[in-house]
Nanobody, 120 residues
Framework: QVQLVESGGGLVQPGGSLRLSCVASGLTFRNYTMSWYRQAPGKERELVAG????????NYADSVKGRVTISRDDAKNTVYLQMNSLKVEDTAVYFCKAEGIIIGVPFEFWGQGTQVTVSS
């Protein structure tokens, strides 16, 4: 059974930092592309950042470039999202997603999310 468990969310003031973590179990983590998405109230879920298996390539939404870094530790089955210079508009529930292929069939798995609130 695949599980993704996010942590690290919370309340932070504008300009502050947070590091989100997502621990995966039940899958061969190194083979999966890992991504962070977010969903603000009344808005669609959007990609924040992604990192390929092995960490060879990363991509970021334009809205977070320069402020956010995605990384992974395959030994710990964990993907991180370091967020700096946080803005009120970064407030959202942040979700972790794993994408991979099992016996030729693409799969994706989602975590339950962690709330990030940026407010003074």
């Amino acid at each position: 059974q695949v599980q993704l468990v996010e942590s690290g969310g919370g309340l932070v003031q504008p300009g502050g930092s947070l590091r989100l973590s997502c621990v995966a179990s039940g899958l061969t983590f190194r083979n999966y592309t890992m991504s962070w998405y977010r969903q603000a109230p009344g808005k669609e879920r959007e990609l924040v950042a992604g990192i390929t298996g092995g960490g060879g390539r990363t991509n970021y939404a334009d809205s977070v470039k320069g402020r956010v870094t995605i990384s992974r530790d395959d030994a710990k089955n964990t993907v991180y999202l370091q967020m700096n210079s946080l803005k009120v508009e970064d407030t959202a529930v942040y979700f972790c997603k794993a994408e991979g292929i099992i016996i030729g069939v693409p799969f994706e798995f989602w975590g339950q999310g962690t709330q990030v609130t940026v407010s003074s």
